[in-house]
């Protein structure tokens, strides 16, 4: 306490330097951020969901999720960053594990190869279907369980109800290691209803909300992001190595 100040006035500046170093944290925190990069909108919607129910602390940690607006994008955005002082931030960089995927993959390695601060992850992280060339691997639908998915899918929220309600029929020729959306949208198709697609980001959050198990790509990308953000801790501006003066900052 300073010299002539009641213990009001000193409780005051105590508040108020409790304030100040809350705010510049906070600030550190956004400046030394984690960016989370997803494929496109339905993972950009999903991600948070999953994340956070995976027990990572988004906003806590700084942990900043963003679409780079689709698979074809991806090269070009590696490639900008590359150009700005933002690469020196953490990136990890998520993608479906289809054939646009792999072929993708081969594009960016020029940028991630030797770089210390970019880590890749395929959703699944894992592989769960094939396809016809042979690739295996899957897209985010494929990262949850194949009966939490159906029974979204066949609901009215997402497809008219004489279709839902043959789940049944579905499931008859229904292929677990063969792209599952695509099955999905084959059979609305075949039964007058062409627009399931249009539905997908709904159907993305509907998945992240009510999966009774989180998936295992999920817990993958959630312990990723946590060592990460352990081998790049949020440091506080005033945490700086003084020089050493006796007396002073050392005996």
Known sequence: MHMGMTIEEYAMEQVYEDLHHK??????????????????????????????????KLKKDGIFISSYNGINNLPHVLRLMGQTLSYDRPIIITYDNDLDGQRISRKISQYTV???????????????????NGHQGGSFEEAFDPVHFINVCFTKAFMPQHIAVQKQQFLIDFDVNKPWLSQVCEFCKINGYMDFGSCKVKLAEKLALSCPTLPS???????????????????????????????????
């Not at 906070?26 to 027990?55: K, N």
């Not at 030797?114 to 959703?123: Q, V, W």
């Not at 790049?232 to 050493?244: A, E, G, M, Q, T």
């Open 217 to 251: 790509s999920f817990t993958d990308l959630a312990s990723l992001i946590v060592k990460t953000r352990k081998d790049n801790p949020i440091k506080h501006p005033d945490d700086v190595d003084l020089p050493r003066i006796s007396g002073i900052t050392c005996k």
């Open 114 to 132: 030797n770089s210390n601060h970019i880590a890749l992850l395929t959703i699944p992280s894992h592989n769960i279907v094939t396809y016809k």
């Open 23 to 56: 705010a510049v944290l906070h600030q550190a925190t956004l400046d030394q951020c984690i960016y989370v990069f997803v494929e496109g909108e339905s993972e950009e919607v999903a991600f948070p969901i999953l994340l956070e129910r995976a027990g990572v």
